[in-house]
């Protein structure tokens, strides 16, 4: 089915394959039956099991408040599909528009929607990576081993990278009881995501909490017994700490490899499309028959000089999914953009954590309420002179109020002189990021890509 045929033909008897049994995926499937797609839906996952929710995984389950097997996304309404649990897309011929798996099954389709996210980046040393006791966080099944785990009694954990979920899994385990020892090669926790000033708060916050914090070091090696036991993990300082748990929280790789070969611009930054999800060929020209949503996909956003932005986020996974499913079964004049203002949540410590906007693209930074010295606060990012993101200790009500200034391009530094009856004129400060060519955890935001010199799309906010 070609991309001029009769969006009606498609509508009613057309093939549509989402590759990917996600929350995006699952979204997707969702909105293509609301509005009124009656043909053929087959939702191919590489793990066994139905789309389920990940948050939980790194937070309830490991507190014992939830199992790990009972995250199952709830469903909107029936979805009539064809599951392919368990086995993975191998490749795609795009020619031919079939999907190969893994098992030797072609599944063909007049529209392709990839949904197939990210996994978590394993250790560098696979014989390492093997040894009971070292583990990632990403699955459920990942989860329920670690899990096990930790209920099975352990005297220290090691966290390999104090990222956003390796900050949760160190402030679960102590919660649990747990010592617990945190390596990170920045200086401080969560710097990549929000840079150095906030990683500072951070830092103080997992000290407090009686983490054994060691920034600016890297695990050189993870040790293991005669009977294949984790039990010493060794430092870059030249030291060495008995460990009977490694979690290996070094961010995520997207899954793109199966792509490879197949002509579409697909790469360890995700899968490049136009902001209504349509994906782009490697020669830079869209296709119309192929889409992508979610954490894999990237795409250019308007409020952020048209940057490539690649979202790992629940909400973003879950709007990116709606618009791809309705540009997929609607003609070009129906179609929609996906601008979604990047958010991210997060709580450890005892601390709610929020964020909108693209903190790390932030050339200054202002505390516009609260202290970091109370560890209660709002930091405003500005660049070029303009709000970019803001981020919050404690004071997530503010936020709402920050996506519109983002939006709406207020200038920076922001003239808040009455916010919390200070006086005092803000005062802005580097935001101190680390360079993001030397490899740390990450942001949860990734920028790539260029500014082109015309400006001719409008950013209208998803609640205006």
Known sequence: MSADTDVEVLRRQGRIVVVGASLA?????????????????????DEPYEPYDRPPL????????????DTALPRRRDIDAEW????????????????????????????????TGTRARPWFHPEEAALDGVFVLRTRDDS????????????????????????EVASAC?????????????????????GGVIGAVADRL????????????????????????????????????????????????????????????????????????????????????IYAAGDVARSPHPLFDYQFLSLEHWGNAVEQAEIAAHNMICAGPERRPHLWLPMFWSSQFG?????????????????????????????VYGYRGRVIAAASFDGAKWLGFYEQQI???????????????????????DPAFPDPHLPTHGATVTLTGHSPSERRVQFVPSHA
């Open 25 to 45: 995926g699952l979204r997707a499937a969702e909105t293509l039956r609301d509005q009124g797609f009656t043909g053929s839906l087959t939702m191919i996952g």
């Open 206 to 289: 997992q000290r407090r909490h009686g983490v054994d914090l060691r920034c600016g070091i890297s695990v050189t090696a993870l040790e293991g017994d005669y009977g294949g036991r984790l039990r010493r993990a060794h430092l870059s300082d030249g030291s060495a700490i008995d460990v009977e748990v490694a979690v290996v929280s070094l961010g995520a790789v997207r899954n793109t490899d199966w792509l490879a070969g197949s002509g579409v611009a697909a790469g360890p930054r995700g899968i490049a499309c136009d902001a209504g999800c349509r994906v782009f060929d490697v020669n830079g020209i869209v296709t119309d028959d």
């Open 84 to 115: 392919r649990l368990g086995v993975a897309a191998e490749s795609l011929d795009r020619a031919a528009k079939q999907v190969r798996l893994t098992n030797g099954d072609s599944v063909p389709y007049d529209r392709l929607l990839i949904t």
């Open 144 to 167: 329920a081993r670690l899990t096990r785990k930790l209920a099975g009694g352990v005297s220290r954990v090691l966290v390999i990278g104090a990222g956003f979920t390796g900050s």
């Open 407 to 429: 939006a709406a391009g207020a200038p920076f530094p922001p003239e808040y002189r009455t916010v919390d009856r200070r006086t005092e004129t803000l005062q802005p400060v």
């Open 58 to 69: 790194s937070k309830q389950a490991l507190l014992g408040r939830a199992r790990p097997e």
């Open 351 to 379: 601390v709610n954590i929020k964020s909108v906007g693209v903190p790390s693209l932030g050339d200054q930074l202002v505390v516009a309420q609260g202290t970091l010295a109370e560890e209660r606060f709002v930091a």
């Open 174 to 194: 102590r919660e649990l009881g747990h010592e617990v020892t945190v390596a990170e090669r920045g200086p401080a926790p969560l710097v990549g995501a929000l």
